[in-house]
């Protein structure tokens, strides 16, 4: 294999990646964060003092916008995860693997995420939220 | 009013008609040359210490063929006769002139220039070593299209019997074989696929595995357990993570993500230890 001096021809910085690869590497992403998460999060319930959680949740309340970024940022990756993780097991099973079929899921999970994890978030539509009356009654 | 005051009136376009009439007969006389950048990535082996660089080089495109590969002929011809690619068929049969036009891998010979006032980026297949300008080297991915066995294996027949009788097949079986034969060896989707970039050395490459799964469902093969036995290590077929890549770049419009889902099926529901049995007997 004499590629001794050769140059390696470049690749991430040129190639216009469609959006199934985005997809797959998203899906990456969001399973090392879920996985990162529930971990750190199992760790600091073991560590931290009593009342921790209850606190910062309520200094985060007090700035909805960033209550409703932080709540959308813990749905997300859950619900996203979750339906491509279904498509790649559907995708084992040998169907919906022609280009048009990758296409049209490809759109229909990250419309599905993010509404869902949306409505979860805010709390509005399909999934009423128990925060509600907590908050209301502060 | 007079009839011909009327007939002026009626008619005021005529004036203006003539005119169109003589602007484009110019135009048709001596078209405006359509010029189009090229970005083109260029490396000279014999320079000691070159390094890859691009290259721009305009081209009329009125004087030039409706292709990519007309284009970097044209620039050969008559701007810089160093520019090195390769090419043979011209009409997208052979897959010598795949490389990465636009950020796409495709075949040049099929790929138009778009008429766009943009530059066209043109680089070599990714992640591959590069001899010289456009020409990656192809050997890996040969020595592993050989890997995986690509001819007719039968069970039981001697050097006498082979070329005595056609081997038959029947119509459905034949099928099965559509959308995987046509496969021209372009490499343009195993350069196309991160798990290859990532992976070149053990993971097989979707070109590869389509051609190992063609093998695999052609009827006439006695060998299937085999040849499925040889993808039972965890890089040959799955570094594939249905990245989907490859299919949406095959210059050709064949669909090797769904060969690879399939050959991963049959790979579920082989009976291995058989098949280990009988590769390690033979």
Request: aromatic share 10%.
């Amino acid at each position: 294999n004499a590629t001794g001096k050769r140059p390696l021809s470049p690749h991430l910085t040129i190639y216009s990646l469609p959006l199934p690869s985005w997809m797959s590497v998203v899906h990456r992403a969001t399973g090392g964060t879920l996985a990162m998460g529930f971990r750190l999060f199992g760790i600091a319930a073991l560590v931290a003092p009593t009342g921790f959680f209850d606190c910062s949740l309520n200094y985060l309340a007090g700035i909805p916008v960033i209550f409703l970024l932080f709540k959308w940022a813990v749905s997300f990756p859950y619900v996203y995860h979750f339906f491509n993780g279904l498509r790649h097991l559907i995708w084992d099973t040998g169907r919906g693997l022609s280009l048009k079929a990758v296409h049209r899921s490809c759109y229909f999970i990250v419309g599905m995420a993010l509404f869902i994890s949306f409505s979860i978030a805010s709390g509005a539509g399909i999934f009423p939220s128990a925060e509600k009356p907590a908050l209301a009654a502060k | 009013m007079s009839a011909k005051d009327l007939v002026k009136l009626l008619r005021p376009q005529s004036a203006l008609v003539k005119l169109i009439q003589t602007r484009c007969a110019q135009t048709a006389a001596a078209p405006q040359p359509k010029i189009k950048k090229f970005s083109i990535y260029r490396f000279d082996p014999d320079k000691p210490g070159d390094k890859p660089k691009q290259q721009i080089y305009e081209v009329d495109l009125n004087k030039c063929g409706p292709m990519v590969l007309d284009a970097l002929i044209t620039i050969k011809d008559t701007i810089d006769p160093t520019l090195t690619f390769r090419r043979s068929c011209r009409e997208g049969i052979c897959g010598s002139c795949s490389m990465n036009i636009g950020g796409e891998n495709t075949l040049a010979c099929l790929c138009k220039i778009p008429e766009t006032s943009s530059t066209l980026k043109v680089y070599p297949l990714p992640h591959m070593y590069v001899i010289k300008d456009l020409v990656p080297d192809m050997s890996n991915f040969y020595y592993q299209y050989t890997s995986i066995e690509p001819f007719l294996k039968k069970k039981g027949i001697t050097e006498a019997d082979i070329g005595k009788e056609s081997y038959l097949q029947s119509v459905e079986d034949r099928a099965k074989l559509d959308g995987l034969y046509e496969c021209i060896l372009c490499a343009c989707c195993s350069t196309s696929c991160p798990s290859y970039w990532w992976n070149s050395d053990k993971y097989l490459g979707p070109a590869v595995l389509m051609q190992a799964y063609r093998w695999m469902v052609d009827s006439r093969d006695d060998y299937t357990d085999e040849r499925l036995a040889m993808m039972e290590d965890k890089y040959s077929v799955y570094r594939c993570h249905t990245i989907m890549n490859c299919t949406k770049t095959c210059p050709k419009g064949l669909n090797p993500g769904l060969a690879i889902g399939e050959m991963k099926k049959m790979l579920a529901k082989y009976d291995a230890g058989k098949a280990n049995e009988k590769a390690y007997a033979s």
